[in-house]
């Protein structure tokens, strides 16, 4: 069974630039959540996909943004980038939208911006 | 508002039990307690979760206090490996994502 993939491990950016951070859900998950993790604090919950919809959104303004492709793979796309943008960004997938269903999370893509 | 409160840190033997607490005084009927933990340099692990009745699997034990505003993740040998920060996460039913604090930082100490 593969594992949750993420990819750029690492990125720099510049204010103002977009990013795009890519994610591979676990075999057989149809649910991928993305959370952003500043240093020393808990990961914040940004949105959910299911089944390639949005399932819910956390407290985070629209230049934040998703896709879910057919294969339950995962797009982060943050446009107009900040630097309090700069934080691990994680994805974790889940088999169905349930809460109480493990969440598998990725290694995270660390993003740095200048 | 990660609606629970835990130690921000704690210290261990290696290969003595761990006993990490959590409180969540609000909680409601139908919310469970899950836990997570994050490994330096890696995404959270799922560790346990539980309703009303104590629970355990290979990596842990949890016991919830019987009027449930409380709970303990338990490590029965602590190993240098257990070093970590540890989430206790409420959730509430209906379609509410993990909702993490700043957890309890864990140090084992060989």
């Known amino acids: 069974e593969t594992g949750v993939t993420q990819s750029p491990t690492h990125l720099i950016k510049t204010r103002g630039q977009q990013v795009t951070l890519r994610c591979s859900s676990q075999s057989g998950h149809n649910t991928v959540s993305w959370y952003q993790q500043a240093l020393g604090q808990g990961p914040q919950f940004i949105f959910q996909y299911y089944r390639e919809e949005e399932n819910g959104r956390g407290n985070f303004p629209p230049r934040f943004s998703g896709l879910q492709f057919p294969n339950y793979s995962s797009e982060l796309n943050v446009n107009a980038l900040e630097l309090d943008d700069s934080a691990l960004y994680l994805c974790a997938s889940t088999r169905g939208a349930g809460l109480y269903n493990e969440q598998f999370f990725g290694p995270g893509t660390r993003l740095t911006v200048l | 508002d990660a609606k629970t409160t835990q130690p921000n840190s704690m210290e261990s033997n290696e290969e003595e039990p761990v006993h990490l607490p959590c409180n969540h005084s609000t909680i409601s009927g139908t919310d469970y307690i899950h836990w997570y933990r994050q490994l330096p340099s890696q995404g959270p692990e799922y560790v346990i979760h539980g309703l009303t009745s104590n629970v355990n699997n290979r990596m842990a034990s949890l016991a919830i206090a019987e009027d449930r505003k409380s709970s303990t993740l338990i490590l029965h040998r602590a190993t240098l490996r257990d070093a970590a920060v540890y989430y206790c996460?409420?959730?509430?039913?209906?379609?509410?994502?993990?909702?993490f604090g700043k957890g309890t930082r864990l140090s084992v100490i060989a």
């Open positions: 996460i409420r959730t509430d039913s209906g379609n509410t994502p993990l909702v």
